[in-house]
């Protein structure tokens, strides 16, 4: 039997309910070797209580990376057999009714 915070996207909702918060907005951005922008950009899909998402430098698509000689972006970036149940533009898709905004998207390269 798992515990009721096994689940990420579980044990975002608990953080969120601390303190009664209601509101959420998101930024992410790629500072170096730390992507921010993948977990902020699932966060806002999993999460209800996220309303609005800022996604900086955010990674196109996995697919691109699939498909490219060449990729720039850390292996840590990469989730195992992603492409077989989503890709990015599918997140940010759903994340538009959450008022999304992506400024600088980067390709496989990690450049606009």
Same mark, same amino acid.
């Given at each position: 039997?798992?515990?009721?915070?096994?689940?990420?996207?579980?044990?975002?909702?608990?953080?969120?309910?601390?303190?009664?918060?209601?509101?959420?907005?998101?930024?992410?951005?790629?500072?170096?070797? +730390?992507?921010?922008?993948?977990?902020?950009?699932? %966060?806002?899909? =999993?999460? #209800?209580?996220?309303?609005?998402?800022?996604? &900086? *430098?955010?990674?196109?698509?996995?697919?691109?990376?699939?498909?490219?000689?060449?990729?720039?972006?850390?292996? +840590?970036?990469?989730?195992?057999?992603?492409?077989? %149940?989503?890709? =990015?533009? #599918?997140?940010?898709?759903?994340?538009?009714? &959450? *008022?999304?905004?992506?400024?600088?998207?980067?390709?496989?390269?990690?450049?606009?």
């Amino acid at each position: 039997m798992s515990s009721p915070h096994s689940h990420p996207q579980r044990r975002l909702s608990s953080f969120l309910c601390l303190g009664g918060i209601t509101v959420v907005c998101l930024t992410g951005m790629t500072v170096r070797a +730390s992507n921010q922008e993948l977990p902020a950009t699932f %966060a806002g899909v =999993l999460s #209800d209580r996220v309303t609005q998402a800022t996604l &900086k *430098n955010s990674l196109t698509s996995y697919q691109e990376i699939a498909e490219s000689r060449e990729y720039a972006w850390p292996l +840590s970036t990469l989730v195992p057999n992603v492409l077989s %149940a989503f890709d =990015l533009p #599918d997140c940010y898709r759903a994340l538009e009714a &959450k *008022n999304l905004r992506q400024i600088e998207p980067w390709g496989p390269v990690a450049k606009p």
